[in-house]
């Protein structure tokens, strides 16, 4: 007998769980200096608390794909978000550092499996003509929740203190759980394909690597030319090329490349990790700007780049539903032009611009990804097969901590590379003015090579055609057609 399915109620319970969990991830990042004081940290070591998250986040984003074959909706809510919990418990009680990380570390485990799961549901429960919508509603949720974390940090940090940053999220994860308990259902099927522990082992080594790599590329005052670096780079590059070779010839892959087999798919996750890669470099080279040649404090800057930040989260439902209405290249194509126009203005930036110029253009930014972002993932989603959606979610996921990683790393070199540069032609004594000029010609050439990338999208988003889900039949069919939608 068919079980009906409430979707409004799942979608709510998805919203609640993930804002947390999602704003989890920003909300550390601006109480690292006061970390470093209380704990007695280097810079380095601190670091770990970021970089760590995201690097457990991209290695278990590929098992998510073989767990949510294994085990219900109910029980991988339920148990990713206890999971969740009580990693916040252990850092909210934390007597040294090594336990504060440990508790991050656990989160990360909850945090990382649970997009996943929400995703894949999302596409089970909803019909390909109303998922921008839905998708746009849910990424509401996941770009607002790390928009605010900063500033929020900030709030809590000045009046609380850094412990009450893991306290405060404590309740709210508790809500979460019981009620997802009471009213979360069973979305799709549980199929229990057979775990291939050498995918699982090179998927390990490959993302982890790779993420941890290029993290630490720029981070590192050397950047590539680390020799620890590359030869970690170089393993796990080796590791994910045996991984997907595996992946071609078993009979159960835990991830299934061949959904690059889809054009559609395949163009759309393209798009979406150059966006990502412009769009978590900026978040890191735009602070460092505001602070250096403009002289701005951390907190400052933090609210001069709010506005876009929110503006990003608050037009996500809306170009969902521009996505179902018009399709994905009336909204990807502009966008990649507008994308491409900021970073030449980006490209070009001195301190003789009035500083709402720069928030302008940094919310033009964040309007621009807006309306890339989700039409891009959502319309490559929509071109899989049912049996596909665990294995497409997982690797969009498990792209978007690499993307980051990488976009960083790339970013932050060639900044430093010029500013290195512009400082060796100069003689005479290294001023403050100098440096800063520096920085200013470092950013510019940041810039031109996410000019280059955007322009790239831009060119791919011109071979955007609108995806049509194969065999797509919604949980719970005997629902009214009203009932798809969240309005």
Known sequence: ME????????????????????????????????????????????????TGFMLVMGVLMPISALLIQWFTTRQMFIGVM????????????????????????????????????????????????????????????????????????GV?????????????????????????????????????????????VLSSIGIGGIV????????????????????????????????????????????????????SYARGIIIFVIVIMAMFASEIVMPMYLQGPLGYSAKVAGLLLLPGALLNGLMSPVMGTLFDKFGPRKLIIPGTVVLTGVMIFFSNLGPAIPIWIFIFSYMVLMLSVSAILMPAQTNALNELPKHL???????????????????????????????????????GAVTAKLMDQAMIIGVHHAYWFALALSIGAFIIALYIRKASAPDFEPEGTEHRKEDLSFS
Do not use: C
């Open 3 to 50: 079980t009906q399915l409430n979707r409004k109620i799942i979608l709510i319970t998805f919203m609640i769980g993930a804002f947390f969990a999602v704003l989890n991830e920003t909300l550390l990042n601006i109480a690292l200096t006061e970390l470093m004081v209380v704990f007695d940290l280097e810079a380095a070591t601190v670091q770990w608390m970021a």
């Open 82 to 153: 206890s999971v969740f919990l009580a990693g916040t418990i252990i850092a909210a009680s934390a007597i040294n550092f090594s336990m504060l990380l440990t508790g991050r570390m656990i989160q990360a485990v909850g945090t990382g499996l649970l997009i996943p799961v929400i995703m894949n549901a999302l596409l089970l429960l909803y019909p390909p003509e109303v998922r921008g919508r839905i998708m746009g509603t849910f990424g509401l949720v996941i770009m607002f929740a790390p928009a605010i974390g900063p500033t929020l940090s």
């Open 156 to 200: 809590i940090v000045d009046f609380l203190g850094w412990r009450w940053l893991f306290i405060t999220v404590i309740p709210f994860a508790i809500f979460s759980i019981l009620f997802g308990i009471k009213y979360l259902q069973n979305v799709g099927e549980v199929t229990r394909p057979k775990a291939d522990v050498l995918s699982i």
């Open 212 to 263: 941890y790599g290029f993290s630490s590329a720029g981070e590192s005052g050397e950047g590539f030319s680390s020799v620890t670096i590359l030869s970690i780079l170089g393993i796990s590059f080796i590791s994910l090329l045996l991984f997907v070779v595996r992946q071609l010839k078993i009979d159960e892959p835990l991830l299934d490349v061949r959904v690059f087999t889809y054009k």
């Open 389 to 427: 959606y665990p294995h497409g979610t997982a690797i969009a996921n498990t792209l978007q901590p690499i993307g980051g990683a990488l976009g960083v790393s790339i970013f932050v070199s060639i900044m430093s590379q010029g500013q290195n540069n512009y400082l060796n032609e100069q003689s």
